[in-house]
């Protein structure tokens, strides 16, 4: 039997005036029309606008501004020329500190609806360079025939297409400022439409391209690619399969990327496809307000959950007695243990476990931690937190990337295994974005 056919229903097409009531947790602007719900873009609380319909569904829509009628006090002018259309950032249109304040209104909303808990004080937030922060990135790549060029970059705004832009300001200026250098580069080679994406991996001292190829370059398009290499001060790696396949252009030199905790006096090494925070900035500011919180000395046993190649477990080695890391990426536990020779640490374990299963039984679980540091990922870690009745620790610091699941899980923390939150706030990981990077401290 055929299926119907389903007709996308039709849009208005006259604009529609609306006051922006607030903003959603991906900050557009909120508004009700006939009752129904729109979500705008790049509209701030206040504003008067009319807007046009982009999106039309039974239980929301959403739009995009026609004609800003009133202005909010907190609007400014984007920095960027591709804003609006390249969906990297949605932010550029708020001011710095307005930035900040949605973010910490957010997570304060969050605790208190999902997890029910009160933040009873906010720490102040952590904040850094606003532009050419980015160190890490995928970026996409794309031979436009019609348009007789490559496209390098982002995708477009709630579109699946390349954004047609020209650089990144978010984006460290090594690689932000020579979009259009590597389009062209890209554009000499044979295999030019067979580059769908690009892994960008800036370190301190050294920044490594790894170009996903679905074909061997030729001899020609590897000798390009390295004059471009060096001609930029960039390593240009090649990737035929998967991220264990990233490899030097043969006759170049491996390029390892790498960052330091001067604080702690820890360096890091990593591979370009292996998760490292975006912001080194922050990423020390953060690491050094975890381990503060934790009131770390020589007599604690500390878990560091979901611990990567050791952002954290490293540094706080150097002030704990003895930690342990735990992660379910096998290769990013290796390079953990890589990073604690490298850096002469012998009082920290790493292991390999799968945190959304029971680990109860494994060895390292059988030990009691009297601190524990979880960042998990945005599914957070509601699983785990039941071993907590087990180890029984005194203070937990929790990272998070998504306010909604560490307040899901602050609201387990508190109201089921009776821990008290001290504090908690926000740390500005993506200036220019509304993702929220925050932390909180818990104690028994």
Sequence with gaps: MARRRVRKKKLPENP?????????HDGRGVAHVDGKVVFIDEA?????????????????????????????????????????????CSFQHVDDAEQIHFKEDLLQEQFRRIGKVEIPKIWEPLTGPHWGYRSKARMGVKYVAKKGRVLVGFRE??????????SCKVMHPIVGEKLMDLSAMIGKLTIKDKIPQIEVAIGE????????????????????????GKEHGISICLQLKGPDTIMPIPGDAEVT???????????????????????????????????????????????????????FTLPMATRAGHV???????????HARENARLNRLDNVDFYVADLSKDVSEQEWSRQRFNKVLLDPS????????????????????????????LARDAGILVNELDYKLIKAGVMDMFPQTAHVESIALFER
Excluded at 157 to 166: D, G, S, T, V
Excluded at 381 to 402: D, G, M, Q, T
């Design 16 to 24: 529609v005036k609306v006051t922006i009531e607030s903003l959603s």
């Design 44 to 88: 701030l609380p206040g504003e008067e606008l009319e807007f046009i319909y982009t999106d039309n569904r039974r239980d929301y829509a959403e739009g995009k501004v026609a004609t800003l009628l009133t202005r909010s006090e907190h609007r400014v002018e984007p920095a960027c020329p591709h804003f609006g259309v390249c969906g990297g």
């Design 157 to 166: 705004r709630r579109n699946p297409f390349l954004a047609e832009i020209e």
């Design 205 to 228: 001292q050294a920044c490594v391209l790894a170009f996903r190829v679905l074909e061997a370059p030729t001899a020609e398009d590897r000798q390009i690619m390295s004059d471009f």
């Design 257 to 311: 990327p790498g960052y330091r905790l001067p604080d702690q006096q820890v360096a890091f090494k990593f591979r370009p496809a292996m998760f490292t925070q975006v912001n080194y900035d922050i990423n020390r500011k953060m690491v050094n307000r975890a381990i503060e919180a934790l009131e770390l000395n020589e007599n604690d046993n500390v878990l560091d959950l979901f611990c990567g190649l050791g952002n």
């Design 324 to 334: 342990v890391g735990v992660e379910a990426d096998l290769p990013l536990v290796k």
């Design 378 to 405: 945005r599914a957070g870690a509601s699983e785990v937190l039941h071993n907590f009745k087990h180890w029984r620790p005194e203070r937990i610091v929790y990272v998070s990337c998504n306010p909604s699941t």
